[in-house]
């Protein structure tokens, strides 16, 4: 089996940022590099960090390592790697991931309840959106679309993905989530 190296550029801003961080990125592709990882907490998020990257790039992955789960709704992610993938020709990389209550709650709003129960449902969302078989239409514990008693209906993306199936990574650090990652 062949080794894949992959690069962490970590934080936006905190890391290596702007032209020194393209330059880390670039050099990293061109000695064969199989992917770039950038990360979002209370901070730069990685969709525009990723997308900036996609238009510099050739041939590397660009993974987000890790879209925290409270931070978008699913078909908000759906949107933005189903976008990103597009835009640089297949390269993208879903990672998710809960976050922490701290994070969670303090910089969200968002209760951090039933993480794992909810990170699971997050990606069955996202993977429903990606495949464009119809309108999504998802009744869960967590998320329900279209909302009960409004005005809405079932929707897909309007445009076709490049791909309709983009690989998913889970931030797997505790018991369960290793668990669910597997």
Known sequence: MPLKLGLNLGYWGIG????DALEVVQAAE???????????????????????LAART???NLGAAIMQVPARPPAAA??????????????FLFGFGPSGPQVSEGWYGVPYAKPWGRTREYIEVVREIIAREGPVDHQGEHYTLPLPGGE????????HPLRNEIPVFVGAIGRKSVEMAA
Do not use: H
């Not at 290596?16 to 032209?19: F, K, L, V």
């Not at 809405?152 to 445009?159: D, Q, Y």
């Open 16 to 19: 290596p940022a702007g032209e």
């Open 30 to 52: 061109g000695a064969g590099f199989e992917s770039v990882w950038v990360a979002e907490s209370y901070g730069s998020d990685v969709v525009s960090v990723l997308a900036w």
């Open 58 to 60: 050739e041939r590397i």
């Open 78 to 91: 759906a949107m933005a790697g189903a976008t990103i993938d597009k835009l640089s020709g297949g390269r």
């Open 152 to 159: 809405g209906k079932p929707l897909k993306l309007n445009f």
